[in-house]
């Protein structure tokens, strides 16, 4: 079937009845409630339309936004009462949340656990219907985050039984733990708003810190139904939840110098902005998952199968919508052609469709100014030298992209160094691997890299260049984020601190010594604090 705006317009529902019954929506869901100091309070101010991206097709033939629901829009003056709550509640780490032992708080995450599981439905069929994610990804989504969970709280117990023993140097004993921050400030992403948001949000809560939660524009709704979990598993003002406008509310947040860890995984550009607000910079914490430029390198020796199945993958998945995915391909030009097309006939292979259609690859995006900027991305490259090799690549229908590979692009062209986050595939060549090498040192971003080749001479000559420049090289197989026990992070303006299962436990908390001199005085005040279990930080408990 040739791609047509038209073939792509049929795509979208025209009624109810043609979405199937397990993901129809008939009733939409206006939020009036929000999370502060532990009680659920209902807004009666402005409110924010969600629009989903998966219109509504009318019967002449053009499509219709339509709304699934509204959160508040809070204000300054409610906001800054919400940060003023999780003050409360950590209270210079003497509060209720901090105070408790390890074991305490992660019971409290456990709780916490099992009540999101009975909303995992509600949740999965607001992540399709507000992000266009397909029902597959939705699910999957919801239980990796189920297991990061619990993943989390596996490795905090084994952090813990690690530090559950005194130390003995130089005449001195000590203890080492970990102590949480103090109150953080997390905002997720909408292409990942369940998961990468809890990849921040959890690892703070078990340390013990306080949390100021702000959900993402495209992807708030689905955090509604966790909103009474988070109340009864957590005391008052341990969570707090802020809706609104970034730019209404997050410098009043930043400039109060209350916020102790910023938690973000959004632009650079943003981060940076964020970071100059706060009056007492070296106190701040910043913990960040930012752009990402990713590259693959083609080698003339490398099996284009497992190249060419990796490429489609790392590049369109979600319609590449992931920091992970690979945004630039540069191919040695003595098998650029045939690598363009055998790519092309893979991308015609991919199903467009609603996220519900089963084997769907391509679905509507969510942020309503995307179409606008890849069509931008497309006619600027065209108009410099590209060409789109794929047949109907980047045809429309509203948000509907179909995805365009453009090939050859060269340094001038939009798609060069931005950052397209969507279904547009660049190809460069180059005659000599330093050419690929040099596009990454000069790049503003290092967070992955993709080598496909077969020599392992020349595989090793490109590792050894290219871990310092970027925090993963991955070998024949596309760029992503797990195993989550794998280091998750990049260097230069794609991140700071790490967010993976043990590196997050540490990003969110700081190792603290409790030490004295070695008497016998001292001796026994410690093993009197020990046997009482007087303490919850000096301890020798053992959690199983």
Known sequence: MSVTSESLTHLFPLDEAAIPEAWRRPKPLHQRQYLLDGELREWSGATQEVLTPIYTRLTDGTLAPRVIGS??????????????????????????????????????????????????????????????????????????????????????KDMDRDSSRFTIEEGIIGQIRRSPLGVVLCMGPFNYPLNETFCMLIPALIMGNTVLFKPPKHGALLHFPLLQAFAEAFPKGVVNTVYGRGNAIVPALMTSGKIDVLALIGSSRVADSLKKLHPKSNRLRAVLGLDAKNVAIIMPDADLDVAIKESVLGALSFNGQRCTALKLFMVHESIAEDFVQRLATEINKLKPGMPWDEKVNITPLPEPQKPNYLAEVIADAQAKGARIVNEGGGTTAGPLVYPALLYPVQEGMKVWREEQFGPVVPVASFAHVDQAIQYIIDSD???????????????????????????????????????DTFPFTGRKDSAEGTLSVNDALRSFSIRTVVATKQTEANKQILNDIVDGQESSFLSTRFIL
């Open 445 to 483: 971003h290092g967070q992955q890299v993709s080598i496909f080749g077969s020599e392992s001479q020349e595989v090793a000559h490109l590792v050894d260049q290219l871990v310092n420049q970027v925090s993963r090289v991955n070998i024949n197989a596309q760029c992503q984020r797990g195993p």
């Open 71 to 156: 959160y508040p829009l809070l204000d300054e003056a409610e906001s800054l009462k919400a940060l003023d709550a999780a003050v409360r509640a950590y209270d210079h780490g003497r509060g209720e949340w901090p105070a408790l032992s390890v074991a305490e708080r992660i019971a409290a995450v456990e709780k916490f656990t099992r009540l999101i599981v009975d909303q995992k439905k509600e949740i999965v069929q607001l992540l399709l219907w507000e992000i266009g994610k397909s029902a597959a990804d939705s699910e999957k989504e919801f239980d990796r985050t189920i297991d990061y969970i619990r993943n989390t709280i596996d490795a905090l």
